[in-house]
């Protein structure tokens, strides 16, 4: 007779499939290898037919595997879904995996998982931090993410999308660099050396689309997908970087930068958190509702717990 099987067998069969080998999938999983490959050959034992390529060194799974695995993937979705519904908040076990760009680590991320931790205090977070936009939506798309906090995009139409805030930049010079005036029209910028995100993040695309429509081709740009490092560079001289203004704020204070007005303004950058359409819970929605509710991009966390203190003396 055969053997029950087991959730975690299932969940065993779309880690390896989403992790590409046995030993990721144990790290993703909180267990050891052997752990693992116990689960996928009990798994095995109920089908006729391989469900791995037995010729392949690699964990790739057969036609038939790959049945299983979507049959596998819908019933931890549904097991997920009445779980979050109907479970209690504060006894509720599971994982989120989530991704967020840098300025959100660098804003309002320690909030929002400190509220996320409040109301859901079982919930294992893993946290990817950093990387351009396309970067967190491709391991979205490839099941490796829940959610992500991104800029959005209209690259991508295969996601759910969910507004959270928008974002201003502007343009930021050291004392040191070669420019006497604090305002410009937008043509002039193609004369100076530009410190920007690549056009593969959301804002560097934004900006490139925004240089374009005013007829502005730039003779320098160098980019750098870290608003940190782009502030850092900005600061030595090397350019006039597009930043946000949580970004530049101290910087500004210390005097190491100041802002230059640019007519028209760049359009501000919109936020959301994007999830797939098959893979979307109540958790999963009640998760965003936290981040809608502490989602700030205008002051470093720094500022933020220097107010508290502030308020509590």
Not at 160 to 174: D, E, H, I, M, Q
Not at 208 to 221: A, D, T
Not at 276 to 282: I, K, S
């Amino acid at each position: 007779m055969a053997h029950q099987i087991t959730f975690l067998q299932l969940e065993a069969l779309v880690a390896i499939a989403d992790m590409g080998s046995f030993e990721a999938a144990g790290r993703k999983l909180g267990s050891v290898q052997s752990g693992v490959s116990r689960h996928v050959r009990e798994l095995q034992g109920q089908f006729p037919k391989p469900l791995f390529d037995r010729v392949s060194r690699s964990a790739r799974l057969t036609v038939d595997g790959l049945e299983v695995l979507s049959q596998a993937r819908a019933i931890l979705q549904q097991r997920d879904y009445l779980l979050s519904q109907y479970a209690s908040e504060k006894v509720l076990r599971r994982s989120l995996r989530l991704g967020v760009t840098e300025l959100a680590a660098l804003t309002w991320l320690p909030r929002f998982i400190d509220a996320l931790r409040s109301t859901f205090p079982l919930v294992d977070v893993e946290l990817e931090v950093g990387g351009v936009a396309a970067e967190l939506y491709e391991k979205l798309r490839l099941a490796q993410l829940d959610l992500a906090i991104v800029p959005d995009t209209p690259r991508w139409t295969d996601m759910l999308r969910f507004p959270l805030a928008s974002v201003r930049n502007g343009w930021f010079c050291s004392p040191t660099f070669s420019m006497k005036r604090r305002r410009l029209a937008v043509s002039e910028l193609g004369q100076l050396t530009l410190l920007s995100q690549s056009t593969d993040s959301a804002v560097g695309h934004v900006m490139s689309k925004w240089l374009e429509r005013n007829g502005v081709r730039p003779r320098s740009i160098l980019t750098c997908n870290s608003f940190a490092a782009l502030g850092g560079m900005a600061s030595a001289g090397l350019g006039i970087a597009c930043l946000p203004k949580a970004i530049s704020r101290e910087l500004v204070t210390l005097g190491m930068l100041f802002e230059v007005h640019v007519a028209p303004a760049i359009p501000p950058v919109r936020y959301v958190a994007v999830a797939r359409h098959d893979a979307l819970t109540p958790f999963h929605r009640k998760v965003i509702a936290l981040a809608r509710a502490t989602c700030n991009y205008a002051s470093r966390y720094q500022d933020a717990g220097a107010t508290l203190a502030r308020e509590a003396e």
